[in-house]
């Protein structure tokens, strides 16, 4: 309650108010309208309809998540993961070969996974997983590279969420990420209308006033927050897009060995790869002298994070989980690249 507290003499914005990403977010497109007026309509269209393609997984996220928590069944959903931790690792990394969520729409089923207590390994295996392949990017990718390359992206995301799902159940035997989450602040000191983990799940929360308040507070909390950081991603995407473009960034992975590999995932993973877009995109590229391990550490790498995608998740999680996050991702596009090259 210190940060609502203290602050209560003039208007002055503090520091961290002024670092806020709706601030960064508004000072970058009116940076961009004044300094190149004619793009400013492309930027900030793409950042609004990026956004509200986001938008229904935001909504279905936060109200799960706000019911669930209102009718005091996050108990339930977090005990169906004890003892289970190697099935759930296994389970998250297939589900999420199945799963159309790209690196940013992923973000919000992460938070609410995490916010239940699901266990990190689990998590990470679907969080690497799921932006790298579904069935329509499947077969986009083998009319584009063919099937030898569209199954080797998809044996890449399982086993890029196995490796990161079992990397983490490994550290965390260490005591590694006992809380992933950063905490945020609460809208009430004591946890008010919360139900007790003691208490038996009430389906029909509605009938009780405290828990309706839970459920309005948890749906506005956590919307604003997701919102709040999937926007400045999307304007961060939007500039990406807008000046640098993707075939700019792949030309500059080109030839062969293990260095051309390493240099494509470094380059691929803070870049926008639209997971639609990349294949006939690298396509030209490789009749232009890409090595196929290049190009499928740089599709991996680059659907599996992204600058935007950064930022929202440096948004959610501690610094190590990120940290470890970005290791797996890069480490993994590495593997991928060099052992389809090989093959």
Known sequence: MSDLTQNTGGFRPSFKQLLSPWVIGAAFLFAVAVLDAAQFPEVALFALNALLGTLPYVAFAVLLLAYLKATGAEVMVARAFEGRETRMIFLAAMFGGLAPFCSCEVIPFIAGLLALGAPLSAVMAFWLSSPLIDPPTLLITAAALGWPFALGKAVAAVSLGLMGGFAIKLLRGFGLFATPLKQRQSSSCCGCGAPKAEEKPLWSFWKDAPRI??????????????????????????????????????????????????????????????????????????TQGMSAGSAMAFMVAGAVSSIPAMAAVWSLVKPQVFAAYLGLGISGAILAGLLFQMV
């Open 213 to 286: 308040e839970t459920f309005k507070r948890e749906a506005v909390q956590n919307g604003l927050f997701l919102v709040k950081w999937l926007a400045f991603a999307y304007v961060l995407e939007a500039l990406l897009v807008t000046y640098v473009s993707a075939e700019t960034i792949a030309s500059v992975v080109g030839g062969d060995g293990v260095i051309p590999v390493v240099i494509a995932a470094f380059v691929g993973m803070p870049a926008y790869l639209n997971s639609y877009v990349a294949p006939p995109m690298l396509a030209g590229l490789m």
